[in-house]
């Protein structure tokens, strides 16, 4: 089984600025993926970034990059100079890789307000 | 391709009555997963299916949920004898393959039981 925990319930930014989104995860599996979405005020889900477990280095997209603490089972999301249409709610998941185990598993997501 | 698509955006039903929602993912995801989502949650597993076949459904799913995927294409989800419970958004997603490339999600089903 997999769980993901996201501590943050809710974070601001100012404009501009960096932030930092935390999430932890627990697994059983050797090998997994890790993603973060975002998901706008009544907007679908869109994927920000993902993560194959067995690479070490970290994934960057833009202005996204994690942190990937494969040791720590920690998966942390920082954004760059932030902008308004960053804010959104944002989740953490895991997936197993490994057939028939492949659900995705959410955080309970963390949402991030961009302060003007 | 526009997307996955859910119908209907919203539904509202009495306590009792069944329920079905409809998932159409991009043509060539072979994979096709539900979700709930109640307010200030992450959204719940229900079930996915790897074309026609049903993978795996969770445990938290009464007998009242059923899904079915015909033919590997469209989804149906169906909620029997409705419970104020079952009150969430119902969002459908599909990958292809082992969904390492990401998810594409539909914009949901909330489904209001008064």
């Known amino acids: 089984a997999q769980t993901v925990t996201q501590s943050q319930p809710e974070m601001s930014v100012q404009e501009a600025e960096t932030v930092t989104l935390s999430c932890t995860y627990d697994t059983s599996e050797s090998d997994y993926y890790l993603f973060w979405y975002k998901q706008p005020p009544s907007r679908q889900m869109i994927l920000v970034i993902r993560q194959e477990a067995y690479k070490q280095q970290n994934a960057t997209e833009n202005r996204f990059s994690v942190n990937f603490q494969k040791a720590a089972k920690s998966f942390s999301l920082k954004i760059s100079d932030s902008q308004l249409g960053d804010a959104a709610m944002y989740f953490c998941l895991s997936q197993g890789s490994n057939f028939g185990n492949e659900k995705l598993t959410f955080g309970t997501g963390t949402r991030l307000t961009i302060i003007p | 391709d526009t997307g996955v698509s859910q119908d209907p955006r919203h539904k509202i039903t009495k306590r009792g009555q069944n329920v079905t929602f409809r998932c159409d993912p991009i043509s060539e995801h072979n994979r096709l997963y539900w979700y709930r989502q109640t307010l200030g949650q992450g959204p719940e597993f229900l079930t996915y299916?790897?074309?026609?076949?049903?993978?795996?459904k969770s445990r938290l799913l009464s007998d009242r949920f059923s899904a079915e995927r015909p033919k590997g294409s469209f989804s149906t989800l169906e909620i029997q004898r409705t419970e104020q419970g079952d009150s969430a958004m119902y969002l459908c997603?599909?990958?292809?393959?082992?969904?390492?490339?990401?998810?594409?999600f539909g914009s949901g089903t909330r489904l209001t039981v008064v």
């Open positions: 299916f790897q074309n026609e076949a049903q993978l795996e």
């Open positions: 997603a599909s990958t292809k393959e082992t969904g390492y490339y990401g998810y594409t």
